[in-house]
Structures are given as C-alpha cells and as structure tokens.
C-alpha cells in the first residue's frame, strides 16, 4: 500500500524470535460448495498480477461484494480515478459507493482489506471524497460516512481530514478511525489520532496511542497498530514494529516478534475465535556465497498465552475460515489451504483456484478460469467433512 505507506510513515523494527515450523500435509476432506460466479476481471475490476489478496471483502452474509473499481475520465477537462463498488451477488447489480473517486486505488485496497460491514452487514462504514475531481490522501479532503446498504443513504459523520481511514469492531460494538490532520505543507501525523466510538451512539474518543490500526480482534476490545516511527530513529528503526492495543482501557498490551512486518501490505488476520494472530514478517536466511537475504514467512501468535505458537515459510492469511480455529492460507501463487493451529490439521481447496483474494464467515472469494479461459471471481462455500446441511 505504497500511498498509505508514504503518508502516514508506519515501518518501525523489532528484534524477533520463534520456534520454526514447515506446514503440515493437506488432509482430505474440506469442500468448496455452492460455487457462485460473480464478475469477470475487465479492464474495470483488473487485478494487478502482484496484487489481489484482500482487494475485495464479502458481506457477513455473503450476499454481497465490496470492491474497489476503475472509472475511466469522462472528457479531457477530467481525471479517472477509483471508487468503492458495492455488488449484489445474486441479482448483479453494481452500487456506487457516494463520494469523489479515489486517484489512486491503493488507499481503497487498504479500506476493504479491513471490516467495512457492520456485524449483520447492512452497513458500510467508509471514506467520502469531497468535491466532484479524484482526490488523493492527503491532496483533498475525506469524510467519515456510514452507509445504509438497504435504503442506499449516507450519513456523514463529523470526522474529516487528508485521510479517514475506518473500520467496525469485529463485533460491531465500536467504530475505530485513524483521521489524519491538516498542516501547512499537507497531512500532519503529529497532531493526528484514533478515534472510537459506539457504532450506535456516535460520541468518539482519543485513544493513547497512533499510528495504523489494523483489523481487530474478534469478541474483544484489542486493536493491531503499526506504529509510526520515532523522527531520529534511523532506516533499520523504521520498518515494523506493532503492538497489540486494548481500545477499551486504552493500555498497550504486547508487541509481537516482529523483523521487518508487513502489516502494511497484508492486514493480519484472527480466527474466529480471537486466539490466533496470523501476520507476514521477514527474517534473514544465509544464501550462497554467504550472501544474507530476507526470505518471507508467517507468524501466529497465541494471545491467550501471549506467546509466539509457530511459523510457516512463505505463506500469506487470507482470512478466517470455518469453525473457532480454521484460517485460510495462500503462497500467493497456486497452493492454498486451510490450517488450525489447535489441531494442527490441514486441508487443501483443491487446484483449480488461481489466486485467493478473502475469506470469512465459511465463504471464499477467488479466481479462477471459467469455461472459456477468462479469469472469473467466484464465491464459494466451504464445507468440513462430515458437515451437514441445516
């Protein structure tokens, strides 16, 4: 998310340590039902050939697609740019999420990468361009505004700044806003904040701590936040480091191991249960000629026993699958499944998938070739063995 990155300056580093695990072998068994072809992937919805994980988010229901979409200039006096779609699955019809479009896509991305549906996913919490021209973080002005995806309505909220970056609690309870402040020369991060407030009553709050929220944890008031680096830190002190935030008594909880994290690229992802942390870091491998690199793997971290449970190498969460424990896993290219930390069992999705892009509430969004070789997103269910239908 290079704009949220250049804006907001979030990468700070942390010595990590770890026992290290290779994956399991895929078990038999899981399912993938109810396939449901939603879009073909136009010049409109096209999804860069290094990008695509979490670019699109399912309402909890499943019936409905949040996904950043391309508009073309109108004329020669006008910008293209990119706004928020909303598409019903089952009738095909596209909803245009209300604001000026977006002039680069990479601020939405990161929007829909966190929890922009209410918990019975009738709302959309989002960010309003203002005015009528594509705006950019921090060149414009962006509002707050919750969405009602039944009547269509917007409400704008009171919150606004160069950038409003929003998401729900994973149990509705709260919003969670990062605004960033205007300065003389653009957006300020020293006067910027978090904010919170009941999604029912709006009265927000400053929390004590800035910097990136990412997706919370579900059934509790804890907050992943990658944290804005120190202005004499030096570049090694400037890439990763996080921290788990408890927004309700507004105490910092743990910092995770973390090298060099990619929060920033890849939002965390939490089972269902809000045991399990999953999160990409790098770590350094000797490669030949004693030569070092950086190789990618995954963490999983157990905050129930504030303590690191194990690593994967080169894999990336796509999101919680079904059950308390169960998340989905992709390398990025063509192996995905799906692993629980408890049992340590895993099941493949099968291959014919090309590339994942989310998943939550038993469903997942996906590529693949339809019938005449055009890639296609699908949705689809996904059944455990021995699973019965209600």
């Not at 704009?3 to 038999?28: E, F, M, S």
């Amino acid at each position: 998310m290079k704009t949220v990155n250049q804006l907001i300056g979030l990468l700070v580093i942390a010595a990590a340590t770890g026992a290290q695990t290779q994956a399991a072998k895929p078990a038999p068994g899981v399912k993938l039902t109810n396939e449901t072809p939603i879009f073909k992937l136009d010049d409109s919805r096209k999804i860069n050939a290094n990008r695509g994980m979490h670019t699109m988010r399912l309402s909890p229901d499943g019936k409905m697609l949040l996904y950043v979409r391309r508009v073309k200039a109108a004329n020669k006096e006008t910008r293209g740019g990119y706004q928020l779609a909303l598409r019903d699955i089952k009738t095909g019809k596209d909803t245009i999420m209300p604001g000026a479009p977006c002039g680069s896509d990479d601020f939405f991305v990161a929007c829909v990468s966190m929890l922009p549906f209410d918990a019975k996913g009738e709302k959309l919490v989002i960010p309003i361009g203002a005015g009528a021209e594509p705006v950019r973080p921090g060149r414009g002005t962006m509002q707050l505004g919750l969405y009602d995806i039944k009547s269509g309505k917007v409400n704008k909220l009171d919150l606004s700044g160069p950038i409003i970056f929003p998401t729900y609690d994973a149990e509705d309870k709260n919003l969670i806003v990062l605004v960033m402040a205007k300065g003389e020369r653009g957006p300020d991060p020293a006067n910027s904040k978090i904010v919170v407030s009941p999604a029912d009553k709006i009265k927000f709050r400053k929390i004590g701590l800035m910097g990136l929220p990412r997706s919370p944890c579900p059934g509790s008031s804890v907050l992943p936040i990658l944290l804005a680096p120190a202005r004499d830190a030096g570049q090694e002190a400037r890439r990763g480091v996080f921290v788990l935030y408890d927004t309700k008594s507004d105490k910092q909880l743990a910092a995770p191991p973390a090298s060099r994290s990619k929060l920033d690229d890849y939002n965390p992802q939490w089972t269902a249960d809000g045991r399990y942390l999953y999160y990409v870091d790098t770590e350094k491998d000797a490669g030949p000629n004693g030569c070092v690199k950086r190789k990618s793997i995954l963490r999983i971290w157990d905050r129930r026993k504030n303590a690191e449970h194990a690593i994967i190498e080169g894999m990336i969460p796509v999101g919680p699958g079904p059950g308390k424990s169960a998340m989905i896993l992709s390398d990025g290219r063509g192996l995905h499944y799906m692993t629980d930390p408890t049992s340590q069992k895993t099941a493949s999705l099968g291959d014919n998938i090309v590339r994942l892009i989310s998943a939550g509430g038993g469903f997942i969004v996906y590529i693949k070739h339809d019938k005449n070789g055009d890639n296609q997103v699908f949705r689809a269910k996904i059944k455990l063995p021995g699973a019965t239908k209600k």
